[in-house]
């Protein structure tokens, strides 16, 4: 039984035809373009191949390859005293390019987590330091001179060479990366939570233990820099007494030359060539022993080869063997630096097994089998956890340095933290608050707040348990297609098409009797629940029914039960039923529709408890109008004439009744907020399974409505299908606002009438007149916006997340309050300020927002 949500009484204006040229209320706005052309295919094409590429292990195991000849080339081809660097030139191209590739790829596939991170900078300065090594750019391959003032001093030598180190930095922060392959490190999809907390803290501890590592090797010798510096000057020394003796005693040179290399004789170094220059002058047997070679050969390389220069001679030394030595140097110091991240890190991660990992791994699983006892749905939560797993982008792993906000812990965590979610959901639902908080509620005019406090009770249902399904006999096909066939052939006959049966735009105040009655015999026909009955039976039953509806009564009416029953119908034939509910209770569903409001005498619960009518008192306040529509109909079937469950078994009957007593009794507007929150129980325990029923039946072809196995699961539970067949029947009851406006209109003046009508007779009795039946003050689009604002959207907008197939009835129900609010706008007598038309209309958006957050469009 609605609150309200009707329509026309007789002399009426005729309602004004649909406007169908107003825009869909719920069409998505067309959102400006984000990007152009370009940037949408790096997005979708580009950025996914590059993902892959980063993940593929010979690409990983290339540039693995590709660091260790960055690190090590430079020095070996000092090492192996190769005579220059052509070759190594090629080599080192090569890797630069494949730096450069690297940094390429990894900035569009991860560039939310790589992108200007540490590791980004690290590796670009990494691939320019390169540039250093490249004798074409650098010009290292070259002889070096010994004469220049910068080389002389060795502090800038030192900073110099740190600041070659520090520009290998980024080369050294490359060997971080392979901590990802020690064992407790790298990630599986199947891993616990306590696997991936251990795999994340050893990662982060040995990331910055590596990192301080390298920031040690290359910050110490800078403590170096100023002390006391311990210089060989005898180069120097060497040049100045060959110069003394050419301006002294030019005889003694060739002497001296003998005593110097016998002084460099047991050095590592030594003067392999001393030259004149052409401003020398000296006696010719002393010229003709210049150039003076040394014994020991000259350099292979170059760059091993340092030039002395003064005014009259050129002095070259071998410093081949100081050269190794500190290439080796640099090398031995890069794989200690490895060995020490390495060993470091292989510590850490046994340290941290067995400080957090066994501990853990224990509790966690145990919160596994303690979350699975809490929900039946919690193995589905746990098997679209790990397909979200196994789809997520592994950029997480390239950005644990950065902080990255992806998935930081395993199953098990996110599996207790979706459980604590729904019991937090679960206890907000059934804790006992008001539908509309206070604040709300104090900006509410008096006939808002009305409509609220009339569908607010406290009367509770019956808790009467339905039995399992029993198991069917196979139902004779031929039979009931024969049935149906008739039925169909009754309908059309009296004048009705089968399109208008199967819509929504089925308005019985435009039928005459006789279609009324052909449209009901048709709805309540054993085709569409499967018990079969006499049809003089039922006849007589419909008969029976329509003289027990109050006649004067402008909404609770016959046509108003012929209306119910024809939106239980469809709701039966849209949500398939027929998959969860039984022959028995589809049956007592619609005969209850037929009956559920018999005897109704235009007044509300409220009145005749006010009053202390006679129905009050018989049934104690508790449903009055509902216990007696139920007493009614037993009344009627009590008749041997119009036993429409004869044909049922005595176990049958008592079913039957007990479905039929428990829905018409929660068609009391005082259990409609109960509803909405069993409903809303309902969805949030099984949000997974509904989730995926609603993908499946929008991918379904138009006209489809498919259950997935999951959803008849559950709603074969006999308390869903209790609640099923109670939310079909009260959807039915206040179904108005669901349908065109034409029609809804018409049923809106129809209730808003009766509502009057029991205004005028408190009035008459000196009782308190509710908001509501005030002829004088309500203001009849208005109520109506509020109806479906704060009454059936809540219940809609619930079960569509249940029954997607009733989705189009909450888009039809928006487009309505649309509507309402232009007639508001436009039909009252003073014009609505623009304050009030700019809350209104912020009411309906609100409205419309929640309806695209619910269906995500």
Same mark, same amino acid.
């Given at each position: ?146 004469? *220049? ?40 999809? *199947? ?66 030359? &003998? ?37 020991? &050969? ?111 812990? &395993? ?347 029991? &205004? ?98």
């Amino acid at each position: 039984m609605p609150g309200f949500s009707g329509v026309t009484p007789t002399g009426l204006p005729p309602a004004p035809p649909p406007e169908t040229d107003a825009p869909h209320l719920l069409s998505v706005e067309k959102e400006p373009a984000q990007s152009d052309g370009t940037s949408q295919f790096i997005k979708k094409k580009v950025a996914p191949q590059c993902r892959i590429i980063v993940k593929n292990r010979y690409f990983q195991a290339a540039m693995f390859l590709a660091l260790l000849c960055a690190l090590f080339l430079p020095d070996m081809w000092v090492i192996i005293n190769r005579p220059n660097n052509s070759d190594l030139d090629v080599l080192l191209t090569v890797v630069l390019a494949m730096f450069l590739f690297e940094l390429l790829v990894q900035s569009i596939g991860l560039s939310k987590s790589y992108l200007k991170s540490f590791f980004f900078w690290m590796d670009m300065l990494g691939a320019m330091s390169l540039l250093l090594d490249l004798a074409y750019i650098s010009s290292s391959d070259q002889s070096v001179s010994g004469n *220049d003032e910068v080389a002389d001093n060795v502090i800038i030598m030192r900073a110099a060479r740190i600041a070659k180190l520090g520009a290998r930095a980024g080369r050294f922060t490359k060997l971080v990366k392979l901590l990802r392959f020690l064992p407790g490190v790298r990630k599986n999809a *199947d891993d616990g939570t306590a696997k991936v907390i251990s795999a994340r803290l050893i990662t982060a501890l040995s990331t910055r233990t590596s990192c301080l590592i390298i920031l040690l090797v290359m910050i110490m010798p800078l403590f170096s820099m100023w002390t006391y510096p311990e210089e060989d000057w005898s180069r120097n020394s060497y040049v100045e007494i060959l110069e003394r003796a050419y301006e002294n005693r030019p005889a003694t040179l060739i002497w001296q030359l &003998g005593e110097l290399a016998a002084f460099y004789e047991d050095k590592s170094y030594y003067p392999w060539r001393v030259s004149l220059k052409s401003l020398a002058s000296l006696p010719s047997d002393v010229s003709q022993q210049f150039p003076w070679i040394s014994e020991k &050969g000259a350099p292979l390389r170059l760059s091993n080869n340092m030039v002395y220069e003064s005014d009259f001679f050129k002095v070259e030394f071998n410093l081949q063997s100081p050269n190794q030595i500190d290439a080796l140097m640099n090398i031995m110091l890069l794989v200690v630096v490895m060995v020490l991240m390495v060993s470091f890190s292989l510590v850490l991660s046994n340290s941290v097994s067995a400080i957090v990992l066994r501990p853990l791994e224990q509790l966690l699983t145990q919160v596994r089998t303690m979350a699975s006892t809490i929900f039946q749905s919690v193995t589905d939560m746990a098997v679209v956890m790990k397909e979200e797993a196994e789809d997520q982008d592994d950029e997480e792993e390239e950005s644990e340095e950065e902080g990255s906000k992806g998935k930081a812990f &395993g199953n098990e965590t996110e599996l207790l933290a979706k459980v604590v979610q729904k019991l937090a959901v679960i206890s907000e639902i059934t804790m006992h608050k008001p539908v509309v908080d206070t604040e709300t509620l104090q900006g509410l005019g008096e006939g808002d707040r009305a409509v609220i406090h009339g569908f607010q009770g406290t009367a509770s249902a019956a808790e009467a348990e339905l039995p399992d399904e029993d198991e069917e006999e196979e139902p004779d096909n031929e039979r009931f297609e024969n049935m149906f066939i008739a039925q169909r052939a009754m309908v059309e006959n009296a004048g009705l098409s089968m399109d208008l049966i199967d819509s929504w735009s089925l308005n019985p105040l435009e039928l005459d009797r006789a279609r009324n009655h052909a449209a009901v015999m048709y709805f309540a026909g054993p085709h569409n629940h499967g018990i079969e009955f006499d049809p003089v039976l039922m006849g007589n039953f419909l008969q029976e029914a329509e003289l027990g509806y109050v006649k004067y009564a402008p909404y609770h009416n016959w046509f108003h039960a012929v209306d119910c029953t024809h939106a239980v119908y469809r709701l039966l034939q849209l949500c398939s039923a027929e998959a969860y509910l039984s022959k028995e209770e589809r049956y007592a569903l619609i005969v209850s529709a037929i009956s559920h409001d018999l005897g109704h005498p235009g007044l509300n619960n409220t009145f005749l408890i006010e009053t202390g009518h006679e129905l009050a008192l018989l049934y104690n306040d508790k449903s009055p109008l509902e216990n007696m529509h139920c007493a009614r109909l037993f009344e009627i079937v009590g008749q041997a004439r119009c036993n429409v469950f004869a044909s049922l078994t005595k176990a049958q009957y008592y079913d039957v009744r007990k479905v039929c007593i428990d829905a018409i009794l929660h068609t009391d507007n005082a259990q409609h907020f109960t509803m909405v929150k069993e409903v809303q129980m309902l969805y949030e325990v099984n949000s997974e399974m509904f989730d995926a029923s609603r993908e499946i039946f929008l991918m379904n072809e138009p006209g489809e409505h498919i259950l997935i196995q999951e959803a008849v699961e559950c709603f074969r539970l006999p308390e869903s299908r209790k609640l099923m067949v109670n939310l079909f029947l009260h959807m039915a009851d206040i179904s108005n606002c669901t349908k065109p406006f034409r029609i809804s209109r018409i049923w809106s003046w129809q209730i808003l009438e009766e509502f009057f009508m029991q &205004g005028e007779a408190e009035a008459k009795l000196g009782v308190p007149v509710q908001a509501l039946n005030d002829r004088n003050r309500v203001n009849r689009p208005f109520s109506q916006v509020g109806f479906i604002e704060f009454l059936v959207s809540p219940l809609m907008f619930i079960a569509m997340k249940v029954l997607p197939q009733t989705e189009h009835l909450a888009v039809q129900m928006l487009q309505n309050a649309r509507t309402w609010q232009k007639h508001w706008e436009t039909e009252h007598k003073d014009p609505p300020s623009d304050v009030d038309r700019r809350m209104l209309s912020d009411r309906i958006v609100k409205l419309e927002h929640r309806y695209r957050s619910l269906t995500n469009t």
